[in-house]
């Protein structure tokens, strides 16, 4: 990106300029020292000082099981709430991006319909170098969406496991999307999953599965009911076809009776928690970014790297070995 007019960016993505909301994510999404301070200038403005865009955006954060259809799922309750008059962002979590150092999703493509409309806006996984700095970005992109007028953020996490949780962070459902299996739904189903999810759907429940699906659903209420105590939120277990359209307005209005259970208060300490656990981890992905740009800890890093390489040096040795660096650099 060239040198950024951060006054010219807020009054672009205020005014809901999808390019403007482009280019204001992809700041965001930027790790150069120069671009995280005009992003920093940039979410400063858009939040006022109190952290919060005053938009009343529905977060919600969608999982599932591989081959569930989460593209279709979310291109069928996208383009519905489209339709109905919401304005709809859909960001990605892919933490198969850390790895690659790019974004591998194509949704784009796998939601044409939805991309097309001029009341949604898609936006891949950002290359961020970590798991955490995915979060960063993600959360900020959410910032800049909820600042341009989209009053529904649906955020999708390919990956399973600690992208599940790191999702679950920044939202205000979360949903988790499975299928009916022959008596092994449960197997593929961590149960930390069942404990972080607000949400369950079995999709894919039309012609001759739908039996199956709602079979499915039963068990897994059934295990809900063993993990969840009295007195707490207990997640439906519904099913839906995103293929036929079937199910999917019953499941936006379990989101919403989600969010009336939690009324006001319960959303604004919520979203005050998930605020501080992300300042923490801002501050963990800056001290990153500070340790492997330290001149000190780059003149020690190869050294360091053959001994253990080597097995001339531990890890616990090595580690202190490069902490001391990166502490003696004043």
């Not at 672009?12 to 999404?29: C, D, M, N, Q, Y």
């Not at 599932?64 to 519905?80: C, D, H, N, Q, Y």
Request: charged letters at 25%; hydrophobic letters at 45%; a positive charge.
């Amino acid at each position: 990106m060239a040198a950024v007019d951060v006054a010219a960016l807020v009054e672009g993505v205020r005014a809901g300029r999808r390019a403007s909301v482009s280019r204001a994510i992809t700041l965001v999404e930027s790790s150069k020292p120069a671009h995280r301070t005009a992003a920093r200038e940039l979410l400063t403005e858009l939040t006022g000082h109190s952290g919060h865009t005053g938009g009343g955006a529905v977060r919600v954060g969608i999982s599932g099981v591989p081959g569930v259809g989460k593209s279709t799922f979310i291109e069928a309750l996208g383009t519905r709430l489209a339709a109905d008059g919401h304005r709809v962002g859909v960001l990605a979590v892919d933490p198969s991006s850390v790895r690659t150092g790019g974004s591998v999703l194509g949704d784009k493509t796998r939601m044409a319909r939805l991309a097309a409309d001029p009341r949604a806006y898609i936006r891949p996984s950002p290359s961020a170098g970590t798991l955490g700095g995915v979060a960063r970005a993600t959360v900020q992109a959410i910032t800049v969406l909820e600042a341009a007028g989209f009053d529904v953020v649906l955020v999708e996490t390919v990956g399973v496991g600690q992208s599940e949780v790191t999702v679950a962070g920044m939202v205000d459902t979360f949903l988790f999307l499975t299928l009916a299996r022959t008596g092994d739904q449960l197997q593929g189903i961590k149960k930390g999953i069942l404990e972080i999810a607000d949400l369950i759907a079995v999709n894919k429940a039309d012609g001759d599965r739908e039996g199956e699906a709602r079979a499915a659903a039963r068990e897994l209420a059934g295990a809900l009911r063993l993990v969840h105590g009295k007195g707490e939120w207990a997640p439906p277990v519904v099913t839906c076809s995103a293929l036929t359209d079937v199910g999917v307005d019953d499941l936006w209005r379990r989101v919403i009776d989600h969010r009336d259970h939690l009324g006001p208060d319960g959303l604004a300490a919520k979203r005050a928690r998930q605020q501080l656990d992300f300042t923490w981890a801002l501050v963990r992905d800056e001290l990153e970014q500070r340790l492997r740009t330290s001149p000190r800890v780059k003149e020690i890093r190869g050294q360091v790297r053959e001994a253990v390489l080597a097995g001339r040096l531990p890890a616990t040795v090595a580690a202190d070995r490069i902490l001391a660096a990166y502490d003696a650099r004043d």
